[in-house]
């Protein structure tokens, strides 16, 4: 079913995109729905299994693998974005049709129905399958696991004020990845990075909640940024500190070199900027430092990839 207005239903922050102007009419619920007319979370989602995937290379002393884990962990990160926003939005399609920003979506707004997004989503979910069973057993069992944290996250915010610890339990998965598919286990390493990507989603997700603040108050969702309020500088200091403390444990148990520690820095820097930046009254300016968390993200990467490479000589 697609909404003859199809052109005017749109979220409030996906507009001006590829999908508006140059996708099949027809296709556009769809990718709605899957969010690449906002890609910045498949980013999100993807920024930590390229950290583990090149500090577990730099680890083994080996980069060979690492240029095909870098295309099936984004492929796979895209299309399992994908799913898990279909999800959300099948099991949050009353409350979207109640919050300004989220009532566009395709399936409040008529575009599509809950049969075909179910649909949608299985076909999203064996493309990941697929992707994933290109790894050992190992990291395929470890993919599979997440799955559970990932179909609880829409239902947290009804009932607890730190739904964005579960998102970031969900998102964070990756940190585990990279070490599945390269040593088939999950050390304490893997670990640090994990908790370390942790911390950094609660921070970024407590920014990007404060769009939907008032909203929220009013039907009853619970968020960090409505519990830390006017504290939310003070809370993402402690957040993103955390962040950076625990990565940095990770690369001394990884033994990584002076380029990974360098660009643990620059992702620092950026974390610390963002929190100056920040104005939460300020919608814009919450989505634009949010949004740059992947530019934070990919900075750490680069640093992790070159120690990679420098090892492996």
């Known amino acids: 079913m697609i909404h003859p207005a199809d052109g005017a239903a749109r979220v409030a922050d996906s507009t001006g995109n590829w999908v508006d102007t140059r996708a099949p009419q027809w296709s556009r619920p769809y990718l709605r729905l899957s969010r690449f007319d906002r890609p910045i979370g498949s980013w999100l989602l993807l920024l930590p299994c390229w950290w583990s995937a090149a500090l577990a290379a730099g680890m083994a002393n080996d980069v060979r693998q690492l240029p095909l884990q870098i295309v099936l962990f984004f492929i796979g990160a895209f299309v399992m974005r994908g799913a898990g926003c279909t999800w959300n939005d099948i099991t949050d399609r009353d409350l979207d049709a109640r919050v300004e920003r989220t009532r566009s979506r395709p399936i409040p707004a008529g575009q599509v129905s809950v049969r075909q997004a179910s649909a949608f989503l299985v076909a999203q979910a064996l493309i990941g399958l697929l992707v994933l069973v290109q790894f050992n057993g190992f990291a395929v069992l470890t993919g599979i696991a997440s799955l559970l944290i990932v179909a609880i996250y829409p239902f947290m915010k009804r009932i607890t004020w ?122 814009a300016l919450c989505l634009r430092l949010f949004k740059s968390n992947r530019d934070a993200g990919l900075l750490l990467f680069a640093g992790l990839v070159v120690d990679a490479v420098v090892r492996a000589a």
Do not use: C, N
């Not at 640090?192 to 939907?212: E, K, N, P, R």
């Not at 929220?216 to 003070?234: M, N, P, V, W, Y």
């Not at 990884?254 to 520690?261: D, E, N, T, V």
């Open 162 to 283: 730190w739904p964005q610890v579960v998102l970031g339990l969900a998102f964070s998965w990756g940190a585990l990845m990279g070490f599945a598919a390269t040593f088939a286990q999950i050390d304490l390493t893997a670990l640090a990075l994990y908790a370390g990507s942790i911390s950094w989603v609660i921070g970024y997700d407590t920014i990007y909640a404060h769009q939907d603040a008032e909203d929220d108050a009013l039907i009853g969702i619970k968020s960090t940024a409505r519990l830390f309020a006017e504290r939310t500088h003070q809370a993402l200091v402690l957040f993103y500190a955390v962040a950076a403390m625990l990565i940095g444990a990770a690369l001394v148990l990884a033994h990584a070199g002076w380029p990974a520690w360098l660009g643990l820095a620059a992702f620092a820097a950026h974390l610390a900027w963002q929190i100056r930046r920040l104005k939460i009254d300020d919608s």
